[in-house]
């Protein structure tokens, strides 16, 4: 009962919270599924799983979960090579046992691990992804559900005059409603009007002008006006038993296919980082500085996408998009993404009609600002800027992911780009560490000192292995009859191989090149005495 009290006590500011993440999140709902490739019953279906089943278990106060446009071009590319949706469901329940496991594991930790340049790196690919895969969507040359940029393009065709034919098949009216819905979200961006109405998200306005001015132009008879198979399709229950219908199994033979279980690994590490970051990401926007469990997120996240796996739900995630919404609304607990997903069921039970005039440009829309947001030129200049061993892992990545997503270099690895290109770029951004170790401040130019200068080298505290060739290169461009210092003050450990490195140094090296050397600050256990020697200079 007192759990009860606790949970509504903030019912006046978590209602009206609740209700504006449910307005941004029904049209992204539609739209990650448009992007997805699936049914658009099965985004709402997440979104409502996100909000009531997650919400309920997780013991993060702010976050919103829900099908996440990071995991669009995922499960697009895993739907097509499983080739059906039932069997794919399979993977969502796979990738949810496989969280809970994480979480159990405690292993809540586990995006520390990844550099930054490469989560940027697969962050900034999906919003290029997303972008790639709305175009036909935007131009109404969306020949299936799936869109592909390509589709605009008949690559490999010798005769120029195919170049232009999508061009007969590109939709005005759908085109200026992708235009419109743009221009209205960005203007709503505006401090001038994002001030006065942020109550009201603009991807929500850019949906109701659209509906409204496609219902115009229907009742009129125009030709710019957008028919069904240009508008969201969710089907509508005449009866309680027809609704349940709509929910789609997995067929469990999935568990038996090599691909699904693939996926299934791929999606939980994927959706596990991705909500990781979100969090992380929360509660630093958290007026009241609550630390969420990552390792209970975890399990909660696992729960919601096994039972999206069983009812034909989308991959489940913790989203910043949502998330920052319901704390700018001033929720104060879980109980307004509870209310979000409640609110969802009933727009679903209740107004399914009214969902189904949407205009799917309108939500190509959507996604293109989203994809832009996550890909904007900001992202590669401030990487670029950060220097040559942040820049390549982070390139790699989205190229890589790019190539085999968007592109399909390697057809056997087709929608796996995400997984393999994360793999890529965590080899690029060790690499870039090792090469960043052998030539780190340890090595000198000879040529820049003289006979009789006084050179000091600082080992810092953690001298390991990766430092071995750094030391070895700068110890051998020593000049001959120099004073050398090497101090071990601020070290609190030192590699075996390194040690020997400096003995030999000290013992072979330093006379033979009449160097004057001191080694100071060595502790006892490093088994190196410290050592002051001058030697004679011929």
Aim: hydrophobic content about 50%.
């Amino acid at each position: 009962m007192n759990q009860q009290k606790s949970l509504f006590a903030n019912l006046k500011f978590d209602l009206p919270a609740g209700l504006v993440v449910f307005l941004v999140a029904l049209p992204l709902c539609l739209g990650i599924a448009l992007a997805s490739g699936a049914p658009f019953f099965s985004g709402i279906i997440s979104g409502i799983i996100g909000g009531i089943v997650i919400g309920m278990l997780s013991n993060s106060p702010l976050s919103v979960s829900g099908p996440a446009a990071g995991l669009a071009a995922l499960v697009l590319g895993a739907i097509t090579s499983i080739g059906d949706f039932s069997l794919f469901l399979c993977a969502v329940f796979i990738a949810g046992l496989l969280q809970m496991a994480l979480g159990l594991a405690k292993m809540g930790g586990i995006a520390n691990y990844i550099p930054g340049s490469v989560i940027k790196g697969m962050l900034t690919s999906i919003g290029i992804l997303i972008i790639a895969k709305q175009i036909p969507h935007a131009f109404g040359y969306d020949k299936d559900e799936k869109g592909n940029v390509t589709e605009l393009f008949p690559f490999g065709q010798e005769d120029m005059h195919e170049l232009l034919q999508p061009l007969h098949h590109i939709h005005v009216g759908v085109f200026l409603l992708c235009l419109l819905s743009l221009l209205i979200m960005i203007v709503w961006e505006k401090p001038f009007i994002k001030k006065r109405v942020s109550f009201v998200p603009g991807a929500l306005v850019a949906v109701i002008v659209s509906v409204v001015i496609n219902e115009i132009w229907i009742s009129s008879g125009s030709a710019l006006a957008v028919t069904n198979e240009h508008l969201v399709q969710i089907k509508v229950a005449g009866s309680a038993a027809e609704f349940f219908s709509f929910f789609t199994l997995p067929d469990f033979n999935g568990f038996m296919n090599s691909t699904v279980i693939v996926y299934g690994v791929v999606i939980a590490i994927i959706a596990s980082l991705e909500t990781l970051l979100s969090i992380e990401a929360v509660d630093n926007l958290d007026p009241q500085r609550r630390v969420t469990s990552t390792n209970k997120e975890l399990i909660a996240q696992g729960v919601g996408n096994t039972v999206a796996g069983l009812i034909g739900g989308l991959p489940v995630t913790s989203v910043i998009v949502r998330s920052s919404a319901n704390v700018n609304s001033g929720a104060k607990s879980k109980l307004s993404t509870i209310i979000h997903g409640s609110m969802l069921l009933l727009s679903i039970i209740l107004i399914p009609g009214l969902l189904n005039k949407i205009p799917l440009s309108s939500l190509a829309a959507i996604l293109l600002l989203t994809g832009y947001k996550l890909a904007k030129p900001a992202v590669f200049r401030n990487f670029w800027t950060a220097g040559k061993y942040q820049f390549a892992p982070f390139i790699i990545t989205v190229l890589v992911i790019i190539a085999v997503d968007l592109f399909g270099i390697i057809p056997a690895l087709s929608g796996k780009g995400l997984l393999v290109g994360v793999m890529t770029g965590i080899v690029a951004a060790t690499v870039s560490i090792l090469y960043g170790n052998l030539k780190n401040s340890y090595y000198f130019h000879s040529e820049n000192h003289q006979e009789g200068d006084m050179i000091n080298i600082r080992l810092s505290e953690e001298v390991s292995f990766l430092n071995k060739a750094a030391i070895r290169q700068t110890l051998d461009h020593m000049p001959e009859k120099s004073n050398v210092i090497i101090d071990a003050h601020n070290t609190k450990y030192i590699d075996y191989d390194v040690l020997e490195l400096i003995k030999e140094f000290r013992d072979i090296k330093a006379p033979l090149k009449n160097i004057r050397l001191q080694l100071v600050g060595f502790k006892e256990a490093y088994n190196i005495e410290n050592y002051s020697h001058v030697q004679s200079v011929h």
